[in-house]
């Protein structure tokens, strides 16, 4: 009998104990807290808040807010945490669990950039600048709605100015010692100029200095320092305003890195190649041709024009300048007697000038003779009107001069009544400056080029021997504009970068061109 009662007797000493325990469940009903924050303001470590002081990257926040114990006790039994918001957005990476003991109703959390809250703070610190910009900051339960919070939000500093002012000046300095380094040495350079090379000053070549050892800059190794401090000024950025300086390397920062060194390497190569005993005979000998042209262009335009002067001079009957009479002596002593023949060498600017002097120097020849003969030539191919300036130079050249009733002195009364002041003179046939200068400046490019000397950085990128070409303004333009690109992208989203295997391969087919046409590419110019 009593052991049939037992059981009855232990179900009721259990109910009796549980139902005190079930009332007393604070997760039944499930509570739900509706906060809101009271207030937000900047704190530290201590737990102290900090009033009048905008927060930044690694600042501590604290939050207050109304019946913060229901909302502790409301994430505590939907087993979630306490998260902050910023900007709307649920930073889950943001765990707000701090409580100090001097304010039980205030959360404490730290502003950090983790890799789940990466893209918010990627859009909140966009285009950072020294300005404060208002963030909106609350705290909710993970999953949930966030609790309201005050309209004014908190200032938010993206830069700090002594820390960038820190960087600048650490990276201006850098930038400025490498270009230095640029200007005095071959770092951009592809190497020295040539033993006999011989400087050009002024549109003419100098002997008496030295051509020095700033060489032609290299169009790889400008692409591979263009994209070294690319990435590094933008790697200080990112890491001036996150604090992260370990994962904001991307592949493709490391990709186009790669693709300049290769660039670098390649081209080294190709060049070494190329330097073979007859290609260096080849262009030494065609450095002396091109030397002997510089030299001689100048020459002749100042002999033409002081021979013409002269003539025009002899015609008109006005004197010719000793200085001027000196210098085309010393002229003629340089080149010899026979100058139209040296004229003609020279090219074809100075051909019709050279035409006029030879038929000048032929005077009156004999009726049948070969010099008659060349003659006939000579003025088959002027107008009458320069035929009868070169008789007429000839006529008053004559000494003593011819008397009156004779032919050559009719002739020459004849030729002089027949002029004007409008008349054409031996001046005018004197090829213009411009056109000289044109051909002198195209001598001298592919003389520099030759000898290895610089023109223009601009120009030594874009140029093979024989002027500008397209494999290299193409490479020179992708890098350019995709430079660009990765700076104006990393100031916007405070992240490097990320190319498409299409736009790098782009890249890659571009540097691949160059180097791939730098092997035929023309080392001697035409």
Not at 40 to 69: H, M, R, T
Request: glycine share 8%; hydrophobic share 45%; with cysteine.
């Amino acid at each position: 009998m009593m052991r049939s009662k037992l059981p009855l007797l232990l179900s009721f000493v259990l109910c009796l104990v549980a139902t005190p325990l079930l009332a007393a469940d604070p997760c039944t009903p499930a509570p739900k807290a509706k906060g809101p924050v009271v207030k937000l303001s900047p704190a530290n470590a201590a737990g102290e808040e900090l009033e009048g002081i905008g927060v930044s990257l690694g600042s501590w926040v604290a939050v207050k807010v109304k019946d913060l114990d229901e909302l502790r006790l409301e994430a505590k039994c939907a087993n979630k945490k306490i998260i902050v918001y910023l900007n709307g957005h649920a930073a889950t990476g943001l765990v707000a669990d701090g409580i100090h003991q001097s304010h039980p109703d205030t959360l404490y959390f730290r502003l950090w950039r983790t890799d789940d809250t990466r893209a918010i703070w990627s859009e909140i610190l966009s285009a950072p600048d020294f300005n404060h910009r208002k963030m909106d900051v609350t705290v909710g339960i993970d999953g949930q709605l966030p609790l309201p919070s005050p309209a004014t939000g908190l200032d938010l500093k993206p830069l700090d100015e002594r820390w960038a002012f820190a960087a600048l000046l650490g990276f201006a300095g850098l930038l400025g010692a490498f270009f230095s380094l640029a200007l005095k040495s071959n770092v951009l350079r592809d190497g020295s100029p040539s033993a006999d090379a011989v400087p050009v000053i002024d549109g003419r070549l100098d002997p008496t200095r030295s051509a020095g050892n700033r060489g032609t800059y290299s169009l790889a190794k400008l692409q591979g320092a263009w994209w070294l401090f690319i990435i590094l000024g933008t790697y200080l950025l990112i890491g001036l305003v996150t604090w992260d300086f370990y994962t904001s390397l991307t592949s493709t920062a490391l990709i186009l890195l790669g693709i300049s060194s290769g660039t670098v390497i390649g081209g080294a190569v190709i060049d070494a190649s190329q330097t073979t005993p007859e290609q260096k005979k080849a262009q030494e000998s065609k450095a002396i041709e091109l030397r002997r042209t510089i030299e001689q262009l100048a020459d002749a335009h100042d002999y033409v024009a002081l021979e013409a002067e002269r003539l025009d001079c002899l015609v008109t009957g006005a004197a010719f300048s000793a200085g001027h009479a000196a210098q085309l002596n010393a002229l003629t002593a340089k080149y010899g007697p026979d100058t139209p023949q040296w004229l003609k060498l020279v090219g074809d600017p100075f051909s019709n000038c050279a035409a006029v002097f030879e038929l000048i120097a032929l005077g009156t020849p004999a009726a049948g003779s070969a010099a008659a003969t060349q003659q006939a030539q000579l003025r088959s191919k002027n107008t009458n009107a320069v035929n009868d300036l070169c008789e007429l130079a000839v006529l008053v050249s004559i000494s003593p001069a011819p008397a009156a009733g004779t032919p050559n002195g009719d002739r020459l009364s004849q030729l002089r009544s027949a002029r004007q002041p409008t008349s054409i003179k031996i001046a005018d046939l004197v090829p213009k400056q411009s056109e000289i200068d044109a051909q002198r400046v195209v001598a001298i490019s592919r003389y520099k080029k030759l000898t290895g000397q610089s023109e223009a950085w601009f120009i030594d990128i874009l140029s093979d021997a024989n002027g500008v070409s397209l494999h290299r303004f193409q490479l020179f333009a992708w890098t350019a504009i995709l430079g660009i690109v990765f700076i104006v992208a990393s100031y916007r989203n405070l992240a490097m970068p990320i190319f498409d295997t299409t736009l790098m391969g782009l890249l890659g087919l571009s540097a691949g061109t160059y180097l791939g046409l730098k092997i035929p590419e023309a080392t001697v110019p035409k």
